[in-house]
């Protein structure tokens, strides 16, 4: 069983259908699609439908922290 599972490839285990955002959305936007799709982290997709980024929960939660 490890080794089957070791020998898995990526493709076969990732996520297809999947929550983005564009790097001009506000944070809250952001938080509020995180939180309505349970998801901890976020692709950044430009207008050209390029990956330029992934953003994290945890970034949303350090900015709030340096600014309170």
Known sequence: ELR????ATVQEL???D??????DDTLGVVA???HDRDVTHM?????D???VGIIA???LVR???AET
Do not use: W
Not at 43 to 47: G, N, Y
């Open 49 to 51: 439908q390029h990956l």
């Open 18 to 23: 999947f929550e983005s955002c564009a790097p």
């Open 57 to 59: 929960r945890g970034d």
């Open 14 to 16: 990732m996520t297809t």
């Open 4 to 7: 089957r599972m070791v020998a």
């Open 32 to 34: 509020a699609k995180m």
């Open 43 to 47: 692709p950044v997709i430009d207008a």
């Open 63 to 65: 900015r709030v922290a």
